[in-house]
C-alpha cells in the first residue's frame, strides 16, 4: 500500500522559500509517476510540478522558474522547492502517486491519481 505524507509547510512573506517533503511508504521509482497539487479554498485542485520514472518534469506556468520538483528514490521521498513564493501560492498542498503504466507511461496533471497524501498547508502573506 502506497501512502504519501507530507511535511514542510508553514507560512512565509511574499518573495520567500519553503521546502515541502513527501515520503512514501512504499515506492517504486522505476514504475510510478509522482506528483505534487495544490488546492485554495473554494478552488478546484490544480497540478503543480509533475516527475515521471526517468525524472522528466512538467510545471503549472504559474510557477515555473520559482518552484523546482526533485525526487530521492532511495529514501522513497519527492519535494518540492518553492522560491519567490506569491500570497497566490496559498493554499494546502497534496503530494499523489499512481502506476505509470496506468497513464500510459505519461504522468498527467490532473487529479487522477490513486494515493494520496493527507495535504501540507502552505500560506504566504503579503
Known amino acids: 500500500q502506497v501512502q504519501p505524507v507530507e511535511s514542510g509547510g508553514g507560512s512565509v512573506q511574499a518573495g520567500g522559500s519553503l521546502k515541502l517533503s513527501c515520503t512514501f511508504s512504499e515506492y517504486s521509482s522505476s514504475s510510478f509517476c509522482v506528483a505534487w497539487f495544490r488546492q485554495a479554498p473554494g478552488k478546484e485542485r490544480e497540478g503543480v510540478a509533475t516527475i515521471d520514472r526517468e525524472g522528466a518534469t512538467t510545471y503549472a506556468d504559474s510557477v515555473k522558474g520559482r518552484f523546482t520538483v526533485t525526487k530521492d528514490n532511495a529514501k522513497n521521498t519527492l519535494y518540492l522547492q518553492m522560491d519567490s513564493l506569491k500570497p497566490d501560492d496559498t493554499a494546502m498542498y497534496f503530494c499523489?502517486?499512481?502506476?505509470?503504466?496506468?497513464?500510459?507511461?505519461?504522468?498527467?496533471?490532473?487529479?487522477?491519481?490513486?494515493?494520496w497524501g493527507q495535504g501540507t498547508q502552505v500560506t504566504v502573506s503579503s
Open positions: 499523489a502517486a499512481d502506476h505509470a503504466r496506468i497513464f500510459g507511461y505519461i504522468c498527467p496533471s490532473t487529479p487522477d491519481y490513486k494515493y
